[in-house]
């Protein structure tokens, strides 16, 4: 049953004296905090902390409806902020049953936090483990006041990361959040979001960018809209690689065949260190002159790969690799691979390296102007010419091992 805060001011729900500075449609005020009881709120599932738990849930029970059934709605959503991050849970629980919430939430007239779901999950943990008579301090937002979906996006964008800066978000989960407001549903261009949350322009570029990537391994996985197996796979560290590699990249056949690749060796990989795994393919073997020839011997590894994810839709990483396992074969094969080209790049590079370091010693050399030598003091002649003689030496030793 629908529920309107307004209408319970003066009976359950009292004011404070408490107010709170918010800026909605370009302007600042100041807005009235009120205690509000915590059986009548529920949980944002927009909140960008749990994006990827929400996409989880709808992918393996369904999705998530608050008036069907609003206390396992939140006992549900419940959960997944706790399992987001327990120790920051745990760090605010611990502080607001010392001093009492400081800090107000945000909520809308129909009861939906948009700001302050932590706090509201510490009230009930304490409410329930205590039996502590807890209230949810917040600005009540009156919707029907011409604030549109926009305006309710942008503010939370704001007190979420402008205003807070926060440091505990899952990186997959700020991932989801940027390419579901700047690209799926386009609530943001590229510069409103940046102004929304106090990055550059340049920021959010990268971040767009890193969350298509996920989106396209995702789809390489046959795991669209999965974004919670992208959480379980900590992708984030792997993902600035393989962007970092794309980006010196030209655009085309060899950039998807090389973007095919990387993705196809993040599932064929033994090493528990993925992003360091993607980071040595891109310097010993994506950079180097024979890239183009291990491509081509890898483009069995991905169309195996590729089909053997295609046979079923793909829910869990467990699934995956289940899957990729079936192709034991093709998965040696791949690591053989990416070994050998390693090792036969890091050999390669030893052996022009002397050549290489010759060539900036000369560079250098011919820097030094003739006319400045014959114009020093005594001294320094004296201290050129002993360095001369330890070059010359040198060289000497250099030619006798040819």
Same mark, same amino acid.
């Given at each position: 049953?629908? %529920?309107?805060?307004?209408?319970?001011?003066?009976?359950? #729900?009292? +004011?404070?004296? /408490?107010?709170?500075?918010?800026?909605?449609?370009?302007?600042?005020?100041?807005?009235?905090?009120?205690?509000?009881?915590?059986?009548?709120?529920?949980?944002?599932?927009?909140?960008?902390?749990?994006?990827?738990?929400?996409?989880?849930?709808?992918?393996?029970?369904?999705?998530?409806?608050?008036?069907?059934?609003?206390?396992?709605?939140?006992?549900?959503?419940?959960?997944?902020?706790?399992?987001?991050?327990?120790?920051?849970?745990?760090?605010?629980?611990?502080?607001?049953?010392?001093?009492?919430?400081?800090?107000?939430?945000?909520? &809308?007239?129909? /009861?939906?936090?948009?700001?302050?779901?932590?706090?509201?999950? !510490?009230?009930?943990?304490?409410?329930?483990?205590?039996?502590?008579? !807890?209230?949810?301090? @917040?600005?009540?937002?009156?919707?029907?006041?011409?604030?549109?979906?926009? *305006?309710?996006?942008?503010?939370?964008?704001?007190?979420?990361? @402008?205003?807070?800066?926060?440091?505990?978000?899952?990186?997959? *989960?700020?991932?989801?959040?940027?390419?579901?407001? %700047?690209?799926?549903?386009?609530?943001?261009?590229?510069?409103?979001?940046?102004?929304?949350?106090?990055?550059?322009?340049?920021?959010?570029?990268?971040? %767009?960018?890193?969350?298509?990537?996920?989106?396209?391994?995702?789809?390489?996985?046959?795991?669209? /809209?999965?974004?919670?197996?992208?959480?379980?796979?900590?992708?984030?560290?792997?993902?600035?690689?393989?962007?970092?590699?794309?980006?010196?990249?030209?655009? /085309?056949?060899?950039?998807?065949?090389?973007? *095919?690749? &990387?993705?196809?060796?993040?599932?064929?990989?033994?090493?528990?260190?993925?992003?360091?795994?993607?980071?040595? +393919?891109?310097?010993? #073997? #994506?950079?180097?002159?024979?890239?183009?020839?291990?491509?081509?011997?890898?483009?069995?590894?991905?169309?195996?790969?590729?089909?053997?994810?295609?046979?079923?839709?793909?829910?869990?990483?467990?699934?995956?690799?289940?899957?990729?396992?079936?192709?034991?074969?093709?998965?040696?094969?791949?690591?053989?691979?990416?070994?050998?080209?390693?090792?036969?790049?890091?050999? #390669?590079?030893?052996?022009?390296?002397?050549?290489?370091?010759?060539?900036?010693?000369?560079?250098?050399?011919?820097? +030094?102007?003739?006319? @400045?030598?014959?114009?020093?003091?005594?001294?320094?002649?004296?201290?050129?010419?002993?360095?001369?003689?330890?070059?010359?030496?040198?060289?000497?030793? &250099?030619?006798?091992?040819?």
């Amino acid at each position: 049953m629908s %529920i309107n805060l307004l209408d319970l001011i003066g009976t359950e #729900i009292t +004011i404070t004296s /408490g107010a709170r500075k918010l800026t909605i449609k370009g302007v600042t005020e100041n807005y009235t905090v009120y205690k509000i009881p915590l059986e009548v709120l529920f949980y944002n599932d927009r909140n960008g902390r749990i994006a990827t738990w929400i996409s989880q849930y709808s992918s393996e029970v369904g999705p998530l409806n608050p008036t069907q059934d609003m206390k396992k709605y939140n006992q549900t959503l419940h959960e997944f902020i706790r399992k987001s991050n327990p120790g920051a849970l745990t760090k605010t629980k611990n502080n607001i049953k010392a001093f009492g919430q400081r800090v107000a939430g945000v909520v &809308l007239q129909d /009861g939906r936090i948009i700001d302050g779901n932590r706090r509201y999950t !510490c009230l009930r943990e304490l409410k329930y483990e205590d039996g502590m008579d !807890c209230y949810f301090e @917040a600005v009540i937002l009156d919707t029907t006041n011409s604030i549109t979906n926009k *305006d309710i996006k942008r503010l939370e964008l704001n007190l979420q990361h @402008a205003e807070e800066k926060p440091v505990d978000y899952n990186p997959i *989960d700020n991932l989801v959040d940027v390419y579901r407001d %700047i690209i799926e549903e386009e609530t943001f261009t590229e510069a409103e979001y940046a102004n929304n949350t106090s990055r550059t322009k340049n920021e959010v570029t990268k971040l %767009i960018e890193k969350s298509k990537l996920m989106v396209e391994f995702l789809e390489f996985m046959n795991a669209k /809209g999965k974004y919670y197996i992208a959480r379980e796979l900590n992708l984030d560290g792997p993902l600035q690689e393989i962007m970092l590699i794309l980006n010196k990249v030209t655009e /085309g056949a060899e950039a998807d065949s090389i973007k *095919d690749t &990387l993705f196809a060796n993040l599932l064929t990989s033994k090493q528990g260190d993925l992003t360091r795994h993607i980071r040595d +393919i891109g310097n010993h #073997i #994506i950079k180097t002159d024979n890239v183009a020839q291990f491509i081509e011997d890898h483009e069995e590894v991905v169309e195996v790969i590729y089909e053997k994810l295609r046979a079923d839709k793909q829910s869990s990483v467990v699934s995956i690799k289940e899957a990729i396992q079936d192709e034991k074969a093709v998965v040696k094969q791949s690591q053989d691979l990416v070994e050998d080209y390693i090792e036969k790049n890091k050999l #390669i590079n030893a052996r022009n390296k002397p050549v290489e370091l010759l060539t900036r010693s000369f560079t250098t050399l011919d820097s +030094i102007d003739s006319v @400045a030598v014959s114009k020093m003091s005594d001294e320094n002649k004296q201290e050129f010419k002993k360095l001369l003689d330890k070059m010359n030496a040198t060289l000497g030793l &250099l030619e006798s091992k040819m």
